[in-house]
């Protein structure tokens, strides 16, 4: 007999850049979360769930970020039993984005940092590596 052991793995991260035009640039970063699943707010209080984080790499191409980063999504904001607390949770899909301005060929690497759980168990809060080139 064999036993095999199931690996959670319930978000998916894609990244993409949209050229604004006069050397700006959107950097989207988007979650899609399998049913059930969540991750949270960047906007959260402290001793509740690690909210989403980034962090970008300052020895990289320079850029300036000209606008903090905004979420996009269903929020739901509700009083979860698992952490005792009201909570700002996403579910399904939820889009990051921020404003750069940069040269074309610009490389802006990074990570972020986010946590995810469903009705009753989280999973350890996990790192993603992103890099976007502006086009």
């Known amino acids: 007999l064999s036993a095999q052991a199931q690996i959670l793995d319930p978000v998916d991260w894609t990244f993409d850049t949209k050229d604004l035009g006069d050397g ?3 950097l989207i970063f988007k979650a899609n979360m399998d049913a059930g699943w969540y991750i949270y707010s960047q906007n959260m209080d402290d001793d509740g769930p690690v909210p989403t984080a980034f962090t970008f ?3 990289g ?3 300036e970020q000209s606008s ?3 979420e996009k999504g269903d929020l739901i904001e509700k009083f979860d039993k698992l952490f005792e607390m009201t909570v700002r949770k996403y579910g399904k899909e939820v889009v990051f984005s921020t404003v750069v301005k940069g040269k074309p060929g610009t490389e802006i690497t990074g990570y972020l940092t986010y946590m995810t759980c469903d009705d ?3 999973l350890p809060p996990e790192d ?3 890099e976007f080139i502006l086009k």
Do not use: Q
Request: charged residues 45%; glycine residues 6%; aromatic residues 16%.
């Open 24 to 26: 700006s640039y959107e």
């Open 57 to 59: 790499d300052e020895d």
């Open 61 to 63: 191409d320079p850029f």
């Open 68 to 70: 903090e980063i905004v």
């Open 120 to 122: 009753g168990r989280c």
């Open 128 to 130: 993603v590596d992103f």
